[in-house]
């Protein structure tokens, strides 16, 4: 099962040994002087009781990057209908820091990536306000109480950005793709940065601006073009993973083209057709969002995908954002990478889910590249 990683902590499943130190009563040098607490003492009795306690969607111990001490356990519990619940406990030398909303995030979020899941819940005691408040800062919303317990919850709707995207479930994925949806039914293969990326991207780049000559404003008539901005020439723009030196990416390059109208597909697939490139994606509820790839781009990369937004959308923004946030932080870039390959050790059923399954990270890295106010 691989680790989940967040700024200040690292989420990783059961040890067995530990678990039968825990049980046992002996203690180890890498935890926290006060762990185990009682709650981490009847998780792994738990454990220790349940085959299938340490899954990908099970139990897991919490541990302090910044000293590699055992601080907690956070972990999830087998399923009922589409949802999960999951409980949490960090040790008191550690609490006030935020450390439990960090990781409640965490999981709630990878949860939410099990498959047939819809909904993740936890309930605390009403007499414990400090764990509602942890809930809460986690992303869930209390939906009710029950004599001495409050009930939160967080369901896959909920999980929307500013922009309004959510994880898309299997039957979104299908309706998106023309053709087969790309699936990997398994884990995701990423490579390490490879310097010839940024080349590819400007041969490709080169390519496609040849195909928006002078006679492009009047295929996308003056209103259209007026929504490009001080250029009425489509802006292109090298994103993704590839786009930033020392970040492990599939070998695939991704690549932005923003147009005043990505509905008005007359105006711009011919063109890119010409060049090898045809519709994989469509998304008319989500600013119009396109997809066009190329196969057997060169031997550094196997294919390009080259996404088509709107002039003015926030998404646009928000990719641009991640980007150079990433190529100028090191440690955001590390976090991000970290993040990567341990969810590309993951079983996957589209590459979608694994895209969708990295979107915490993703927000908090964004929050962060927010201009201050």
Partial sequence: MSDLITDRLVLRSWPPA?????????????????????????????????????????????????????VGAVGLFPPTEG???????????????????EAARAIAAFALTAPGIHTVRANVELSNPASARVLEKAG????????????????????????G??????????????????????????GEYDPRWPAVYEREARLIDAQ????FCARIGTAG????????????????????????????????LIVADPGDEASYVPALESVGYTVAVREPDWYEHRVLRKQDLDPSASSANLHVLPAGC???????????????????RELYAETKRGLARQEWKYLQNYADAKTEVVERILERARPAR
């Fill in 18 to 70: 530990e678990v039968s130190a825990v049980v046992g009563g002996s203690r180890l040098p890498h935890w926290a002087e006060d762990f185990p607490a009682e709650g981490d003492s009847v998780i792994a009795g738990f454990i220790a009781g349940r085959s299938d306690a340490l899954g990908p969607y099970g139990q897991r111990q919490i541990v302090e990057r910044a000293t590699g001490l055992v």
């Fill in 83 to 101: 949802t999960i619940e999951f409980g949490y406990g960090i040790v008191p030398s550690r609490r006030g820091r935020g450390y439990a909303s």
């Fill in 140 to 163: 869930l919303s209390r939906v009710g109480d029950d004599g001495g317990t409050a009930r939160f919850q967080r369901r896959r709707g909920d999980m929307a950005d500013d922009n």
């Fill in 165 to 190: 995207q959510t994880p898309m479930t299997d039957e979104e994925i299908e309706a998106a793709s023309l053709g087969a949806a790309q699936q990997v039914n398994g884990q995701v293969t990423l």
């Fill in 212 to 215: 928006f000559d002078t006679d």
């Fill in 225 to 256: 073009a007026a929504g490009l901005g001080a250029s009425t020439r489509p802006r292109l723009e090298h994103v993704g993973s590839t786009s930033v030196p020392g970040l492990p990416a599939k070998p695939v390059v991704d690549m932005l």
């Fill in 314 to 332: 926030p998404e646009v923004d928000r990719m641009l954002r991640f980007r150079d946030r990433l190529r100028t932080h090191p440690g955001d």
